[in-house]
């Protein structure tokens, strides 16, 4: 039972334009949501979090929005650039737990 | 700041051996560090969390006895994969956190088992 979703297990964006990712989440215990961009061969690497109380978190070229009523979260990244090529996982935190629940991954591809 | 760094980064050995691969944290004191396996195409799926000082917690499915976890100061947690096998053969990675509220956990670079 997948509790998180990245439905899109790549995306392609060219240079300078605007990268959106996506994830949905099931349960409604749910309270921490993180991104994590990971290169491959290395661990992944925090990004930006939301708490549940927000529906907006801006971070530089960073921006991740949570639509609560959805169980939808997404990842914004504008202007994308080359360097932003690399696996991007969400993950949630919730339910009196620590435990890091992460979705599949989306491949992120940024065309120079 | 919030660096872990895990070792070796990669590790090839016959089936049957038993393998030890660290989890440090380098500027903060990890209360609690996580172990997780990424098998190809899948999400990293959480195999145990460890407390500094207490015994480790295993997700369902995970087998103690195979998967040995220490966790014995607050900035070293070590999984030692023991007899090991080629269905072992995965990514293993490593994170740690404060355990304060909801900070994030921060990850190792990960090791790559291949059990031949």
């Known amino acids: 039972d997948q509790q998180v979703k990245q439905n899109s297990p790549s995306l392609s964006v060219q240079e300078g334009r605007i990268s959106i990712l996506n994830c949905d989440y099931t349960?409604?215990?749910?309270?921490?949501f993180l991104w994590y961009k990971k290169y491959p061969a290395e661990g992944p690497t925090f990004l930006i979090s939301?708490?549940?109380?927000?529906d907006k978190n801006e971070d530089g070229r960073f921006t991740v929005f949570l639509n609560k009523s959805a169980k939808h979260l997404s990842l914004h990244i504008v202007p994308s650039q080359p360097g932003d090529s690399a696996v991007y996982f969400c993950a949630a935190l919730g339910g009196a737990t620590n435990k890091l629940i992460f979705g599949t991954g989306t491949l992120l591809a940024v065309q120079p | 700041g919030a660096v872990v760094s895990q070792h070796p980064s990669r590790v090839i050995c016959k089936s049957g051996t038993s393998v030890k691969i660290e989890c440090r944290s380098l500027d903060f004191q990890a209360t609690t560090m996580f172990w997780y396996r990424q098998f190809p195409k899948k999400s990293l799926m959480l195999m145990a969390t460890s407390n500094e000082g207490s015994k480790a917690t295993y997700e369902q499915g995970v087998e103690k006895d195979k998967f040995l976890i220490n966790h014995a100061s607050l900035t070293l947690s070590t999984l030692t994969v023991t007899s090991a096998h080629p269905e072992d053969s995965s990514f293993y990675i490593c994170s740690a956190t404060t355990g304060t509220g909801n900070q994030p956990q921060h990850f190792g670079d990960g090791t790559r088992l291949s059990i031949l």
């Open positions: 349960n409604s215990m749910f309270d921490y």
């Open positions: 939301i708490s549940s109380i927000k």
